[in-house]
């Protein structure tokens, strides 16, 4: 099931930085080549069922370090499917994989193979030995004289009475219309582990790309059915001389580990076993993966000796790395405000921020240490913008889709935390690594203390019960890390109070929200980066600011992604109109850092202007606010006691529960949809009616920063 809009659900994180076409007997290979140095290494294509995009969380972290080259193979993805069994057999992929590498100018490469790519990986190496330099062979799917009982009492191309478990594997099955209940079945056979619903959804849409036809074809050459002639694979195995190692789960429902075993014993190769891994463990523990591919390389290719330093641990200077979300400037406001108050606490403290565009825009107008690794990033803003339709943005899918930048991310960190040595990581809202370090607990290496301003992922109501399904799905997950793992955050930090917190549940059957948070999280109250009682004359800001006596100024601002421009543009269309109403009235629109001023209409009366590292004065001198949904902006005018409306983006969850319940108990503003935001005369009715209102707001707490800050210290 696909939960929001997808403009493009085949985004990927990198480009290529090479692709063409490689052909072969009339059949056009389609490969890509990803990063410009080191050692070469292919990742090859699998059972036609799904295209290379499988590789998706290896292909960006490890073209940081080596030359990737991937292909689609016949019948799949971008390349040809010719018609029969014959075209399909072992042997025919070996053949390709071979034109490729010429097609790429790649001589020798090290190939990294999945399930049926293990047997041509075996072909390549026995039969091209100065093309491979070695196979890391992950789950191999190939007989070798292991018997499989549940899969072979079934006949592949006879007409069964059945259609039940592994009976669904049959060509007259998929031929007269059993096709994708098989592909549904078969995924989850594939992902057998808890909580894998992103990597079935992926795989059973690349599988419906896919005629029935075409893979009952690529089945019968590899089985050697319908006149396709198959090369035993054993003999070839006692021919193979470069290094292997072979992976594989024990709870393969694919292909029993037993076969593992089996190739190792024939080639005399290294096995690893994962223990309750299922067939698809690169997609599914990939951070594991993408460490063993890199270990099994580099001692492959032995690349030359590195020069490295190591201090002696009383010589380290006090080191803390702070992982700040780019999903807007809030956290890094906030952040800033706290890293502030830690060094007063810490004076000999050296922070290093590990963080992407826009937030490295204000850290480095603040001169902050921003680490080079930051620029390995791959952008989350980007992602959101680009998830966005007219002020529409399903944050939850947008962030299931973001997996891919999220693998990359978490590995960039990894890489950073093994080289260098730190006293302490702080993730604001860092999904990434909270996610993969309690997957992969053992990579931690320093206290870790985790803040967010909201818990729970929330169902939107029109999402029906397949998102609250997968809702709760990803809130089980997270509940079942902190009950498991409950050491690996230090300290976890809510950016708020008890009372914030939304009354809801993780899901059917699952814990309250408010309660468990209010037993697993210390509470530093909202950390607004500045102190609202500071004592300040208005009429003197507003005259540093430009803004005249005698007129009166409404702000609008959407944050710092390019999510907002749509809200804009409706702003702005509808000034002529509140301009008759409140002829004194001055609009000011903040674009923020990824919105072009430029692009943007100036109608009389409208100053347009971008990125304003003092946004929170000009938010404090307005005497009216429009703007986004969003938590940091919402609650800076609260402090500020100034009047706003909202216009939450639609479909966000986050907006539209967590922050209007924060909201609604402070008292604070006026929430509009956004079709009425959109329509002119009631945003100016809106207008007319907020700018002159009395606001009676609960108080925001002027000390969040310092108490956030010394729950950080004490763990230095």
């Known amino acids: 099931m696909t939960i929001g809009p997808q403009t493009d659900p085949e985004r990927p994180v990198r480009r290529p930085d090479a692709a063409g076409f490689a052909e072969r007997d009339g059949v056009r290979l389609a490969w890509e080549q990803y990063g410009l140095s080191g050692a070469h290494l292919m990742l090859m294509p699998t059972w036609s069922i799904v295209r290379s995009r499988f590789w998706k969380a290896q292909v960006s972290y490890l073209a940081q370090h080596y030359q990737v080259l991937t292909f689609d193979g016949r019948g799949s993805g971008r390349s040809s499917r010719p018609e029969g069994a014959a075209a399909y057999t072992d042997a025919e992929y070996a053949a390709d994989t071979v034109a490729v590498l010429d097609a790429a100018g790649v001589d020798s490469t090290v190939l990294v193979s999945l399930s049926c790519a293990v047997a041509w990986s075996v072909h390549l190496a026995a039969e091209h030995p100065d093309r491979v330099l070695g196979v890391f062979a992950i789950a191999p799917s190939c007989g070798l004289g292991v018997p499989q009982p549940e899969r072979e009492k079934y006949s592949w191309d006879g007409r069964l009475t059945t259609i039940e478990g592994w009976a669904k594997y049959n060509k007259q099955y998929w031929l007269e219309g059993g096709y994708d209940d098989f592909v549904g079945w078969f995924f989850a056979q594939m992902f057998s582990e808890p909580h894998s619903t992103k990597q079935i959804e ?293 950016v708020g109070n008890p009372e914030d917190i939304v009354p809801d549940a993780f899901g059917p059957g699952l814990p309250q929200i408010r309660e468990w948070t209010t037993q697993n999280f210390d509470f530093a109250g909202y950390v607004t980066g500045f102190d609202p009682d500071r004592n300040i004359d208005r009429e003197q800001l507003r005259a540093r600011l430009g803004y005249r006596p005698d007129e009166r100024v409404a702000l609008v601002t959407v944050g710092g992604s390019g999510v907002g421009v749509a809200l804009l543009r409706r702003v702005l269309a509808a000034v002529p109109l509140i301009r008759r109403l409140l002829p004194d009235l001055r609009f ?129």
């Not at 994962?274 to 599914?284: N, T």
Request: charged share 25%; hydrophobic share 40%; with cysteine.
């Open 202 to 494: 992926d795989a059973h849409r690349w599988g419906l790309e896919l005629a029935p036809q075409t893979l009952a074809d690529v089945t019968a050459g590899r089985l050697g059915c319908d006149g396709a002639v198959c090369t035993p694979l054993e003999p070839l195995c006692e021919r193979v001389t470069c290094p292997i190692t072979v992976l594989h789960g024990t709870e393969d429902r694919i292909r029993g580990h037993a076969i593992g075993e089996r190739l190792a014993e024939l080639t005399g190769a290294s096995l690893i076993l994962v223990e309750g891994g299922g067939h698809g463990l690169p997609a599914r523990d990939p951070v594991f993966v993408n460490q063993e591919i890199r270990r099994f390389v580099d001692r492959v290719v032995q690349p030359p000796p590195a020069r490295r330093t190591w201090v002696r641990a009383l010589r380290r200077p006090k080191r803390a790395l702070y992982l700040c979300s780019p999903i807007g400037l809030g956290h890094a406001r906030r952040d800033v405000a706290i890293a502030d108050e830690l060094r007063l606490l810490h004076p000999d403290l050296q922070i290093d921020w590990l963080t992407q565009d826009p937030v490295t825009r204000m850290l480095a107008d603040r001169n902050e240490r921003l680490h080079p690794a930051s620029a390995l990033l791959a952008n989350e803003s980007a992602h959101f913008e680009d998830e966005s339709t007219e002020h529409d943005l399903h944050a939850f899918g947008a962030v299931r889709r973001m997996d891919e930048i999220m693998i990359n991310n978490f590995m960039v960190f990894s890489d950073l935390i093994e080289a260098e040595h730190y006293d302490l990581v702080i993730g604001d809202e860092a999904w990434d690594v909270d996610h993969f370090l309690h997957e992969n607990p053992e990579l931690k290496r320093s206290p870790y203390a985790w803040l967010t301003d909201f818990v729970g992922w929330l169902p939107m109501p029109d999402g029906g019960a397949a998102e609250a399904a997968l809702t709760a799905d990803y809130n089980g997950e997270m509940l079942a890390q902190r009950s498991r793992f409950r050491r690996l955050r230090d300290r976890s930090i809510f």
């Open 588 to 716: 000011v629109v903040v674009c923020g850092p990824r919105i072009d001023p430029e692009a943007l209409p100036r109608p009389a009366g409208v100053t347009v202007i971008g990125y304003l590292p003092e946004l929170q004065n000009h938010l404090t001198a307005c005497d009216l606010a429009i703007v986004q949904g969003g938590l940091t902006t919402c609650m800076e005018l609260t402090a500020s006691r100034r009047p706003f409306i909202f216009v939450p983006l639609r479909n966000h969850f986050e907006q539209n529960l967590h922050v209007r319940h924060r909201l609604a108990r402070y008292g604070a503003g006026r929430c509009l949809e956004y079709q009425d935001a959109a329509d002119p005369e009631r945003l100016a009715e809106a207008v007319v009616k907020e700018i002159d209102c009395s606001v009676n707001y609960l108080p925001v707490e002027t000390d969040g920063a310092a108490r956030a800050a010394a729950l950080l210290a004490d763990l230095l």
